[in-house]
Structures are given as structure tokens and as C-alpha cells.
């Protein structure tokens, strides 16, 4: 009987596409339309909002470019050349 009293019976009113959407939601989980309002608005109240990403800054330099030779887009001869000049060799 404690799941009766820990509900209470409220008038709310709700968008008619809405309604329509969470009754056919309702018959789609085999379940009524109260629950399917309830996990929603507590969806809405729960969710957790991610903080927002501190801005980007791009740290550029000035200078020629790449070394002669060197594709940006090939990150294999990246790393070679970067071994060569740490390591005397390549990989």
C-alpha cells in the first residue's frame, strides 16, 4: 500500500501532439501514461549537465612551415623524421 502514498494525483496540462506522443509511447512500453510522463520529467530534472569545454586557443608559429619533405597528412613519416632527430635513426 506505500506505493500508493508516496504519488499524488495533479492536473498538468500538455501540448495535444505531445499527449499523443507519450500515449502512443505508453502502449508501445506496455506501461501507462503517467509513468512515461514521470521518467520523463525526471529525466529532465536528473540529467547531467556536462560543464562546458574551456574555450580553444590555437598556438601557432611563425616560421616556414613543415620540413622539406614532410606530409602533414602522414603521420607515420612524422614519426620517423621525429625518431631520426631524437634517436639519430629511423623507425
Known amino acids: 500500500m506505500s506505493g500508493m502514498l508516496d504519488h499524488m494525483r495533479t492536473t498538468i496540462t500538455i501540448d495535444d501532439g505531445l499527449l ?13 501514461l503517467g509513468k512515461v510522463v514521470e521518467d520523463a520529467l525526471r529525466a529532465a530534472l536528473f ?12 598556438i601557432t608559429f611563425h616560421g616556414d612551415g613543415p620540413h622539406e619533405g614532410i606530409d602533414l597528412d602522414r603521420t607515420s613519416e612524422l614519426l620517423a623524421a621525429e625518431d631520426v632527430e631524437r634517436y639519430g635513426r629511423g623507425g
Open 47 to 58: 540529467e547531467q549537465r556536462a560543464e562546458p569545454a574551456p574555450p580553444f586557443k590555437l
Open 20 to 32: 499523443e506522443l507519450a500515449k502512443h509511447r505508453a502502449r508501445q512500453r506496455g506501461t501507462t
